[in-house]
């Protein structure tokens, strides 16, 4: 008998209205929109409103990928958050959003895996639901990075922006997730982190001062990284779905540079023409990167039914991963 899989039923986003380009920031650090988009790919990113937090943009995309699920909020029964701006430490962002959206019957966490968090989060879900613990999942990928930039800082204020993206998870008959390539390495912690503000260094005078709730990022090295691992992840979920990259019609990455992104492809021996991009408009949101990416290739029908694509990711922690699907809607 066909092992049921666990599929994409429903896909949502949500954009802050507010564009910051690289000529806004040019009056803001010492930088210049040819630097930006020669050493990134990025043009502009969005703002979230100094009233909302993620669980807003989080609750907003979560909405429409429901709709498109054509589920009410009262019948989800897991809810996971990726993200790595919560609106507070505890409780969940999850929790925030499910009440925000109604969905009373949901288990709700948060998933901290940085710009891979929305892979890892897809990943858990698709275990809960083949498993049989829930029948459905909401998974949102939501960050407010312009809360923690620190907006004197060139090196890191150009490369984020503000976003969410969202998708309902259900069994499917046709299609579905095939397989999940997940890693990760705590050595090399300290290249991208937030110092301040956790048990390890709690808030106080001379941290603010210090400007040290902002975050930190050692750029070249995690480049390397990038690269090397982003590559790993899609050829080894490829591999555990017996397939190559011949067989892939869109990868559709986590977007911090557009170099990283060429290098992967090159690296695989992947056309740019088969890697979804929109990092001009966005830059870097971290965990909603992918989850925003995927909702813009159905939305602008890159993808059709039985499409073979690939969602890669890579971050902080080191975390990174990639999961294969089938597409089915
Ligand atoms: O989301 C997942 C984790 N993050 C990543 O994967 C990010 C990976 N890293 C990168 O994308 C790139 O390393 C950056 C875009 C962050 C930086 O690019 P780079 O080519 O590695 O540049 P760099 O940091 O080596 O800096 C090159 C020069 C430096 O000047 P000097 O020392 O050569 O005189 C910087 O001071 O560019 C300077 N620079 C800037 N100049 C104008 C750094 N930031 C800026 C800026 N505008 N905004």
Same mark, same amino acid.
């Given at each position: 008998?066909? /092992? ?26 010492? %930088? @210049? ?7 990134? &790919? ?29 589920? +009410? ?11 790595? +701006? ?50 459905n999942a909401l998974v949102v990928g939501t ?21 969410? !993206? ?9 299609? !579905?997730?095939?397989? +999940?390539?997940?890693?990760?390495? &705590? ?7 937030? $110092?301040?503000?956790? @048990?390890?260094? $709690?808030?106080?005078?001379? =941290? ?10 050692? !750029?070249?090295?995690?480049? /390397? ?16 779905? &017996? ?9 559709? $990455? ?12 090159? /690296?695989?021996?992947? $056309? ?10 966005? !830059?870097?949101? @971290? @965990?909603?990167? =992918? ?27 080191? %975390? ?10």
């Amino acid at each position: 008998m066909k /092992k049921e899989r666990v599929g994409i039923v429903g896909v949502g986003a949500y954009l802050p209205e507010k564009i910051l380009t690289n000529y806004d920031l040019e009056k803001m650090v010492e %930088t @210049s929109d040819e630097w930006i988009i020669t050493r990134t &790919g990025i043009k502009e990113r969005r703002i979230a409103s100094d009233q909302d937090a993620a669980s807003d943009l989080g609750a907003r995309a979560a909405e429409v990928a429901l709709k498109d699920a054509g589920l +009410t909020p009262e019948a989800i029964e897991l809810l996971i958050c990726a993200t790595i +701006t919560p609106d507070m430490l505890f409780p969940s962002t999850a929790c925030f959003i499910q009440r925000k959206i109604k969905a009373k019957n949901a288990v709700c966490f948060d998933i901290s895996a940085a710009c891979t968090g929305y892979i890892y989060a897809l990943n858990i879900a698709e275990h809960f639901l083949k498993n049989g613990t829930y029948r459905n999942a909401l998974v949102v990928g939501t960050e407010k990075l312009s809360a923690i930039t620190d907006w004197k800082d060139r090196s890191t204020c150009v490369l984020f922006g503000d976003g969410a !993206g969202a998708v309902v998870l259900k069994k499917v008959k046709q299609g !579905g997730i095939i397989s +999940t390539y997940l890693g990760s390495d &705590g050595e090399q912690a300290d290249l991208l982190k937030i $110092p301040a503000g956790g @048990s390890r260094m $709690p808030a106080s005078l001379s =941290t603010v001062e210090a400007r040290l709730h902002f975050l930190k990022m050692e !750029g070249t090295e995690l480049f /390397k990284h990038a690269v090397r691992l982003m590559a790993e992840a899609a050829e080894k979920a490829l591999a555990q779905a &017996g397939l190559t990259c011949k067989d892939v019609a869109y990868l559709i $990455p986590h977007q911090a540079n557009i170099r990283i992104l060429q290098a992967v492809a090159k /690296k695989i021996g992947l $056309p740019m023409e088969k890697i979804y991009l929109n990092i001009e408009k966005y !830059g870097n949101m @971290s @965990s909603a990167s =992918t989850a925003v990416a995927l909702y813009e290739t159905v939305k602008f029908k890159k993808i059709k039914k039985g499409d073979i694509i690939v969602l890669v990711a890579f971050g902080s922690g080191l %975390t990174w991963g990639a999961t294969v699907i089938e597409w089915a809607q």
